[in-house]
């Protein structure tokens, strides 16, 4: 396995979230403890790791860039500004077709590109969010 840089690793994280956007999915990413995390939010750590949808509709603010991953949301009616650096950002994935990317826990290198049986495990106590798209065809 080759090792990411930085940079590359945010690409990669934007350009999954584009393509999840693009095809319909909702984007989610997994993330490992860290030493800044809030510890309210460990309330919904499983095995040593938070899943957060970070779709449009469920986040505000996305930013992401070599610094990590920023975005505000609201957690049992807290809004919460979440800072999350770019090495505890452990993948990113579409919730409804299991597939994405997942980065080592060691480095930053590249596990899988299909990663359905991983996520599989990890988002399966999570509920599905639709809702219908604004667009329409026009002929």
């Known amino acids: 396995m080759n090792n990411i840089s930085g940079d590359k690793k945010q690409d990669l994280l934007y350009t999954i979230y584009n393509w999840c956007l693009e095809n319909g999915f909702t984007p989610y990413i997994s993330v490992k403890n860290y030493s800044n995390m809030d510890k309210q939010l460990w309330k919904y750590e499983k095995n040593n790791e938070i899943i957060f949808n970070i779709s449009p509709s469920a986040v505000c603010d996305l930013i992401i860039n070599d610094y990590g991953v920023n975005f505000s949301a609201r957690f049992n009616g807290v809004l919460k500004n979440l800072k999350i650096p770019l090495d505890a ?51």
């Not at 049986?117 to 329409?136: A, C, G, Q």
């Open 89 to 139: 950002v452990s993948g990113i994935f579409a919730k409804e077709v299991n597939q994405g990317i997942q980065f080592s826990i060691l480095g930053n290198d590249i596990v899988s590109d299909d990663i359905s049986t991983v996520m599989d495990n990890k988002i399966k106590d999570f509920k599905l969010e639709t809702s219908r798209s604004h667009l329409k065809l026009v002929k």
